[in-house]
């Protein structure tokens, strides 16, 4: 090791895993109080029986069920309110990605005398926020165990990252029977977040050597797990497999952070209502070509994992090999790798283009050189369904 490979890694949340573990939430959480808010989107968690479980170990708790898809400040600062209002010592999320992560944002604005909008960047509040614990109930994100909480930003119409090292839950709570009432497109599309989150951590700038191992664990049990979650909802040995699978993945981003992918899938996002983890997804063969000229070696590892073994590495056989997994992938699930089965107009594809590639910080952890052409070309080939 040279003194450039110095790395961090640091993970501060406790997990507890199984089939069942919900019901051990009171007894987890004693030290933490007796009224939690929770936080909820508005009506899976209802919908499915899960909220009702744990408002059966809370008797004293509040309940903010307000929280939308893609969720923005306005509705984080309600949900501050009524915390404040209710008194509440610590904040359960029950939900997934947009839940978790408006939970993360109330339990600061519970603490901190200020509104969400002004939350965007890094410790951007003085007073400890409200301990956080997470039900993730899409198996997706990793928000149960990252830093950060992801907010659309409605005065930019963008979406924009609030992070502190105190937004690390608590306690994270990984039961595979919150998963099975998950719907095939958002089993699909979680599925294909994590994917993307591990993929992107391995080939990042600021990947670290631990994280590394996590992905390619990952990866191989995205392909053996995940078409069989679509194929049997109701499988907990598959449901199981793929939370931990977005535990990885956040684990491995709250160290390296996401790279260019993200970046450019909120476009499809925001402006076209893809969902996060179908939109990050469909840019993954294009890019990953892209990363096996950069980082081949990580990239043939990556196409080993996804069942494509390479046996030199040159970058072009690379690229052909992990495009392949990636496409396999989506044949597997039945899902079209191209945008344009998915609603994206290819008009607008060069002013996407021009817009990232004119933001350095969207590719801040990718590596290469990142030109406007580059990102146009990407932006036609994920369109299109190639690389
Ligand atoms: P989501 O927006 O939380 O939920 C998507 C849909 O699935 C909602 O309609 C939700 O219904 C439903 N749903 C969730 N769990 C369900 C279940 N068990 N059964 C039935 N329906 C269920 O989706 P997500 O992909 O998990 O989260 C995406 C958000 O996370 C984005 O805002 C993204 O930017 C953010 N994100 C954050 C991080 C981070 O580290 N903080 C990382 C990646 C992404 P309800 O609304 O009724 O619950």
């Not at 793929?242 to 992918?261: D, F, H, N, P």
């Amino acid at each position: 090791m040279t003194p450039m490979d110095t790395y961090t890694f640091h993970m501060p949340t406790r997990i507890l895993s199984g089939a069942g573990a919900v019901s051990r939430l009171a007894a987890e959480c004693a030290s933490l109080g007796r009224r939690p808010l929770i936080v909820t989107g508005r009506n899976s968690a209802r919908a499915c029986g899960l909220l009702d479980r744990v408002l059966a170990q809370f008797p004293e708790a509040a309940v903010f069920t307000e929280v939308e898809e893609n969720p923005g400040t306005a509705v984080c600062d309600r949900g501050g309110l009524l915390c404040r209002e209710k008194k509440c010592d610590f904040v359960i999320a029950l939900g997934g990605g947009s839940p978790m992560d408006a939970a993360k944002v109330i339990a600061v604005l519970a603490t901190n005398d200020t509104k969400a909008a002004e939350l965007f960047g890094a410790d951007k509040y003085a007073a400890t926020p409200l301990p956080i614990v997470a039900v993730p109930t899409t198996a997706g994100t990793g928000s149960e165990v990252t830093p950060y909480s992801v907010l659309t930003d409605e005065s930019q119409g963008m979406k924009r990252t609030v992070k502190g090292a105190s937004l690390f839950p608590a306690l994270a709570v990984l039961d595979p029977e919150t998963q099975v009432s998950m719907p095939r497109s958002v089993t699909i599309a979680t599925g294909l977040d994590a994917l993307s989150q591990v993929m992107e951590g391995l080939v990042s700038r600021n990947a670290t050597p631990p994280g590394d191992v996590l992905a390619l664990d990952a990866c191989r049990l995205v392909r053996r797990w995940l078409p069989v979650a679509v194929r049997e909802p109701g499988s907990l040995e598959a449901r199981e497999a793929m939370l931990r699978v977005a535990m990885y993945s956040g684990v491995i981003i709250a160290q390296s952070g996401t790279t260019m992918v993200h970046g450019m899938g909120y476009y499809y996002t925001l402006r076209h209502g893809l969902a996060h983890g179908l939109a990050n997804g469909l840019l993954l063969a294009p890019m990953f070509a892209f990363n096996a000229r950069e980082v081949p070696g990580k990239v043939a590892a990556l196409a080993a994992a996804l069942g494509c073994p390479v046996e030199s590495d040159d970058p072009d056989e690379v690229a052909e090999a992990v495009a392949g997994g990636v496409h396999a992938l989506f044949g597997g699930l039945g899902v079209s790798p191209a945008a344009r089965d998915h609603g994206v107009p290819e008009s607008v594809l060069d002013g996407y283009a021009d817009e990232v590639a004119g933001d350095p910080y969207r590719f801040r952890n990718q590596p290469g050189v990142i030109t406007p052409e580059l990102v146009r070309r990407l932006y036609h080939a994920s369109w299109e369904g190639a690389w």
